[in-house]
């Protein structure tokens, strides 16, 4: 049964450009959500998270936004760059003194940012 | 280096061999984690230590799998009479506490022949 879903496997975007990635999610008692970015032949990198009190969150390029009711969200990345092209995952995590850590993710989707 | 370094890096056994993976989790760091991701999925947890508390053995998907965290640092992931299924990256990752961001290491690449 997968919790966390990414449908879309591939995304292709023009440099400069809006980049769009897309996670759905099952399990209501997630309360938290990550994004990780992950290079080939490296470990996943953090990149921002989303509690589920709130529906946006903006670190420079990238905002996150939260549809709870959906059991949706989103990472933007604004303006996209070349650099930006990776596997992006998301992830989520439930409460109840459970560890941030103990994440369920999705499975990715890769981005390619032309020049 | 200060980030979660892994060991080996790459590791072909054959089938029905144990194997044993190495995590050093980013000094100071409590909690530590080991994720599998397999060809074409997503990462899958595995099991997750804070502390001196009973680890989180949830994820693990046989008994062939065990891991142990030797004085709150070092984790070994062993994988007993390994079966081609097993082949993936195990990632081993580590947070300060249980609320905090986890980081990740490079994995460590197994494939079973």
């Known amino acids: 049964d997968q919790q966390v879903k990414q449908n879309s496997p591939s995304l292709s975007v023009q440099e400069g450009r809006i980049s769009i990635l897309n996670c759905d999610y099952t399990n209501s008692m997630f309360d938290y959500f990550l994004w990780y970015k992950k290079y080939p032949a490296e470990g996943p990198t953090f990149l921002i998270s989303i509690s589920s009190i709130k529906d946006k969150n903006e670190d420079g390029r990238f905002t996150v936004f939260l549809n709870k009711s959906a059991k949706h969200l989103s990472l933007h990345i604004v303006p996209s760059q070349p650099g930006d092209s990776a596997v992006y995952f998301c992830a989520a995590s439930a409460p109840g003194g459970t560890s941030y850590g103990k994440l369920t993710f999705g499975q990715g989707t890769i981005l390619t940012v032309h020049p | 280096g200060a980030g979660v370094s892994q060991s080996p890096s790459n590791k072909v056994t054959e089938k029905g061999k144990d194997v044993e993976l190495r995590c050093d989790p980013i000094?100071?760091?409590?909690?530590l984690y080991w994720y599998r991701q397999s060809l074409g999925q997503g990462l899958e947890f595995l099991i997750y230590f804070q502390g001196n508390s009973a680890p989180d053995k949830s994820g693990l998907p046989s008994d062939r799998f065990s891991a142990e965290r030797t004085g709150g640092s070092v984790s070994t992931l062993t994988i007993q009479r390994t079966q081609q299924e097993d082949s993936a990256v195990y990632l081993c990752?580590?947070?300060?506490?249980?609320?905090?961001?986890?980081?990740f290491g490079e994995g460590s690449w197994l494939t079973v022949v």
């Open positions: 000094s100071g760091h409590t909690a």
């Open positions: 990752a580590s947070s300060l506490g249980t609320r905090d961001t986890i980081y």
